[in-house]
């Protein structure tokens, strides 16, 4: 069975910082893609960073310099570390990891992440 299982969310204050972990088991996670997305309330989920089995990452042109995503490979774990964050940061982060073999997606439940300005 698959689980993606998303912590670290919180309350933090406009220019803090937070980081996001995602553990994952019942995928081979060091082949996954794996990913972070947020949906705020009344908006399209949407990405915010991606980092393949090699390391290439990609982001959210708004997140760019801000956002840090990595991977722990031993541990089946990927991190989102946000700094600077400003208040339409806050949304529902979700995990997302991606066969790119098999193409099959799978979701986590997401962590809530409050930013007070």
């Known amino acids: 069975q698959v689980q993606l299982v998303e912590s670290g969310g919180g309350l933090v204050q406009a220019g803090g910082s937070l980081r996001l972990s995602c553990a994952a088991s019942?995928?081979?996670?060091?082949?996954?893609?794996m990913g972070w997305y947020r949906q705020a309330p009344g908006e399209q989920r949407e990405l915010v960073a991606t980092?393949?089995?090699?390391?290439?990452?990609n982001y959210a042109d708004s997140v760019k310099g801000r956002f840090t995503i990595s991977r722990d490979n031993a541990k089946n774990t990927v991190y989102l570390q946000m700094n600077s964050l400003k208040p339409e940061a806050a949304a529902v982060y979700y995990c997302?990891?991606?066969?790119?073999?098999?193409?099959?997606?799978?979701w986590g439940r997401g962590t809530q992440v409050t930013v007070s300005s």
């Open positions: 019942g995928i081979i996670f060091s082949i996954n893609t």
């Open positions: 980092i393949t089995r090699s390391g290439t990452t």
């Open positions: 997302k990891s991606t066969n790119p073999y098999l193409g099959t997606d799978y």
